[in-house]
């Protein structure tokens, strides 16, 4: 974590994706330990709960930022309301997410592209407000929650995996730019399934709503992960211990991975509920599904 500006005062760190699953449980780990927290999500209602959670569990401040990560001009208000009120801007998690189900060609053009949009153009629009920032600081980190499926591809996720590859893209770049900087760290964080509510929130053309792929870690697991990473800058940090076996048969037998990883999707990560087509949340939120956890089981 790069120091504060006041040895001994709370490190400030802004969350994206703070009011639901991994950014809001990330939210509580900091809070924890005593952090200023800057919460940034689409859905105010819920940011504030998370809000309240933070401040329950230790947080010295929080401000309340709601902001669609596509929105820069409300990406940059978020990151100046932030540097006004605390001084500075010690890292950034970035964890901003949405999820569609479905083939290629089911998916509408509209849905496909937003969620693309949400990783690739969100993350360069979170990037282009907050690196300025950690320059002028000469220090700061930014986390990105990218994922498993940044590193290989499954049938029925063709947006997801679309949007994960190209964020994982931008992580390489981000982190060849800022090598003239050694106080700035860019890292990305690489989860397998989680238990959060992204798999029932998600937009879905298959008749099912998702479910997380086993083995399912816990939110607070990954958050975890997350701050350990803050603490000790790294390139890419994997959260899923069968992660490396996954991207090794991907890359290594790939003609075995495509003939297993159909029949695979299907039996584990499809909830095979009963639900028509539906956008989820890639347009909007529903605050009526965000929450910390999902509702499968988790390690």
């Known amino acids: 974590m790069p120091t504060p500006s006041h040895p001994g005062s709370p490190e400030t760190v802004l969350i994206t994706g703070a ?16 952090a200023r927290l800057v919460l940034v999500a689409r859905a105010e209602e819920t940011l504030e709960e998370a809000a ?45 997410q949405v999820m569609a189900y479905g083939k290629i060609e089911d998916v509408p053009r509209e849905v496909f592209e937003t969620v693309v949009n949400t990783a690739v153009h969100g993350t360069a629009v979170v990037a282009r407000v907050v690196l300025p920032v950690f320059r002028q600081q000469g220090a700061g980190h930014l986390a990105i929650v990218n994922s498993l499926l940044g590193s290989v591809a499954t049938p029925l996720l063709g947006s997801y995996v679309s949007a994960k590859w190209g964020q994982l ?8 730019e800022t090598r003239d900087e050694p106080g700035i760290s860019i890292s990305g964080i690489q989860p397998g399934g989680v238990d959060t509510p992204i798999y029932f929130q998600a937009a879905s053309w298959i008749g099912s709503t998702g479910r997380p792929p086993p083995p399912v870690y816990s939110p607070q697991r990954v958050a ?3 701050v350990a990473t803050l603490d000790r800058p790294r ?24 003939a297993l990883v159909g029949p ?27 929450a910390t956890e999902g509702r499968w089981r988790s390690i």
């Open 169 to 176: 893209g931008l992580i390489r770049v981000l982190q060849q």
């Open 19 to 34: 009011s639901s699953g991994i950014g809001r449980a990330t939210a509580i780990e900091l809070a924890g330990r005593g």
């Open 224 to 226: 975890r992960i997350v």
């Open 264 to 290: 695979m999707i299907r039996a584990l990560a499809i909830a095979n509920d009963d639900v028509p087509p539906t956008e989820g949340n890639v347009f909007r939120s529903q605050p009526e599904g965000n």
């Open 52 to 96: 309240a959670e933070a401040r329950a569990a230790g947080a010295a401040e929080v401000l309340v930022c709601p902001a669609d990560i596509l929105d820069e001009d409300a990406m940059q208000a978020a990151v100046d309301a932030a540097v006004q009120q605390f001084g500075r801007l010690d890292a950034v998690v970035h964890a901003a």
């Open 235 to 258: 390139r890419m940090v994997q959260a899923g211990f069968l992660n490396p076996l996954v991207m090794a048969g991907f890359r290594l037998v790939p003609g075995i991975f495509d």
